[in-house]
């Protein structure tokens, strides 16, 4: 018989049951896996919706702790705070953000004494807090670094007194990472650990999350001169040997599903703890396409987070980390 040698092969034989798909899966999504990102606004008992990010809400403190107790009932390790700040409170400097007492330092105090055991990971930059939307501070039109790096510096101290374990720079202002870790080794906080947001490029895909933290409104420009170009690739590894040559001790890289190119590069290149962000318009399209019928939602919300496992990432920050949770606590 001609086919006889290619009959030897069917790989289709191990796909017939789920024990047998089971036993050859290469790749598994566990709760372990997720980071949770949340919301913060003031008031009490507030639970705000978000418009332009379905089932994703903006939450007052005592909420905020609520989702805490959530996180460690469902093996969720941690949580990451983005505040919405009073448009009020936004300057030309940003004080706001070293404010010992503002809003995410607030819930990072509340969560670390309700619920120590979950991680409370921050976000280091100035956006909130910008009177221009930007993350770091603008000048005659310019977005200047150095300058800029010294207000994160204060700003990355004040969370790691709060009680922040992962501290989160989003703001790819060049060397923020080694100006933050000397202050933190000055400081005596040795212990607190930096995921680097390294390769962050300058996205289409952040526009809900804008939103959410009333930073679209303020937002002049774009970031194109400090976040990276979609196009490249290279640059990526260049970015992310900078930051762990500063001392960052887990990286990211963000958006995540159009660059899972881009996490596979560098779970290869560096073997380093490697995460990806989910961020608001990849969780915004699959809500919207499920809500109108158009895909199945649960299953593509499980079906990515697994890819992000697949491209080599040790775990994902995403919106639907409770919901992926409570399925996978069902199973
Ligand atoms: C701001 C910041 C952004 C996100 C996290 N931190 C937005 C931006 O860079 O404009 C995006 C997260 C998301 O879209 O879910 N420093």
């Given at each position: 018989m001609t086919h006889a040698q290619f009959l030897r092969?069917?790989?289709?034989r191990v796909r017939r049951t789920e024990a047998l798909r089971g036993l050859v899966r290469e790749t598994t999504l566990t709760t372990q896996d997720l980071i949770w990102p949340i919301f913060l606004r003031d008031g009490e008992d507030v639970v705000e919706p978000i418009v332009s990010m379905p089932g994703v809400n903006r939450l007052s403190l005592d909420n905020a702790v609520k989702a805490a107790e959530q996180a460690r009932d469902l093996g969720i390790p941690a949580l990451c705070l983005f505040p919405y700040t009073?448009?009020?409170?936004?300057t030309q400097n940003c004080?706001?953000?070293?404010?010992?007492?503002n809003l995410s330092n607030r819930a990072i105090r509340a969560i670390k004494e309700a619920v120590p055991e979950v991680a409370v990971m921050t976000d280091v930059a100035l956006d909130p807090y910008n009177i221009n939307g930007h993350d770091g501070i603008v000048r005659d039109g310019e977005i200047v670094n150095d300058e800029s790096v010294a207000a994160l510096v204060k700003m990355a101290l004040e969370q790691a007194k709060a009680g922040a374990d992962i501290l989160g720079p989003?703001?790819?202002?060049?060397?923020r990472i080694a100006a933050m870790r000397d202050a933190l080794e000055d400081a005596g906080h040795t212990h607190v650990t930096i995921m680097s947001y390294a390769a962050k490029y300058a996205s289409g895909f952040y526009g809900p999350f804008r939103d959410a933290v009333g930073a679209s409104g303020a937002?002049?420009?774009?970031?194109k001169t400090y976040q990276m170009d979609p196009a490249n690739s290279d640059e990526a590894m260049r970015m992310i040997a900078r930051d762990l040559d500063e001392g960052a001790d887990m990286v990211m890289v963000k958006p995540g599903m159009a660059y899972l190119d881009i996490c596979r590069r560098v779970q290869d290149t560096f073997e380093v703890p490697t995460f990806a962000y989910q961020v608001s318009g990849e969780y915004a399209m699959i809500e919207a396409a499920a809500q109108n019928g158009w895909i199945n939602g649960e299953a593509v919300m499980m079906e990515s987070l697994l890819a992000f496992k697949r491209a080599g990432c040790n775990g994902i920050l995403t919106y639907f980390a409770p919901r992926a949770a409570a399925i996978l606590n069902a199973a």
């Open positions: 092969q069917r790989p289709r009073d448009p009020a409170l936004k004080e706001e953000a070293w404010n010992p007492a989003s703001d790819m202002m060049d060397g937002l002049k420009g774009d970031k």
